[in-house]
């Protein structure tokens, strides 16, 4: 893969679909005045550069019965073994994140469950029964009060003083 400069042009391409995956082309070429081809253009160079790596649908957990979010901070007894530890977890559906750490933990687990019990079971039967699981600390999410795709820096937009 070669190196590939994101410019000003890009930068605004990748601000719009941050926000909106779905906002056309169209719309997006003019507010950038350029044509849809130079859109269509850039968003597959961008991805064959793997700067763009898909699009998806966004559901809310909520929605669909998953009514706990929890953060699970894994320790485990071999640091060697992370990959084994990382296939086991990949098994488990109800984790949509999993973070290599630094600090006490060596793992840093997103997990949503349908209630209480069911994350109790998830921890209990499941996670700490993965071989090299030393320990588990469990919080629970009360409330998300920010929820966003990564910032991309629009170089068009002035500061606000």
């Given at each position: ?6 410019d ?22 003019r507010e950038?005045?350029?044509s849809?081809?130079?859109?269509h253009?850039?968003v597959?160079?961008m991805e064959?550069?793997g700067?763009i790596?898909g699009?998806q649908i966004l559901?809310?957990?909520?929605a ?8 699970i901070?894994?320790?485990i007894s071999?640091?060697n073994?992370?990959n084994?530890?990382?296939?086991s ?7 949509v ?9 060596s ?5 949503y469950?349908l209630d ?10 499941t996670?700490?029964k993965?071989?090299?699981v ?7 999410s009360?409330h998300q009060?920010i ?5 991309v820096k629009?170089?068009?937009r002035k500061?606000?003083?």
């Amino acid at each position: 893969m070669s190196s590939y400069h994101i410019d000003q042009i890009d930068q605004k391409i990748l601000s719009f679909l941050v926000k909106n995956a779905r906002k056309p082309f169209l719309e997006i070429a003019r507010e950038c005045n350029v044509s849809g081809a130079a859109i269509h253009q850039r968003v597959k160079r961008m991805e064959n550069n793997g700067i763009i790596t898909g699009s998806q649908i966004l559901v809310k957990p909520q929605a669909i019965g998953l009514n706990v979010c929890a953060f699970i901070n894994m320790t485990i007894s071999e640091a060697n073994r992370y990959n084994e530890v990382v296939e086991s977890l990949k098994q488990i559906p109800e984790i949509v994140e999993c973070h290599f750490v630094t600090g006490r933990s060596s793992l840093l687990l997103k997990v949503y469950c349908l209630d209480n019990d069911h994350l109790m079971d998830i921890i209990l039967n499941t996670i700490q029964k993965i071989p090299y699981v030393q320990s588990t600390e469990t919080m629970i999410s009360l409330h998300q009060s920010i929820e966003r795709q990564i910032w991309v820096k629009d170089l068009s937009r002035k500061p606000i003083l």
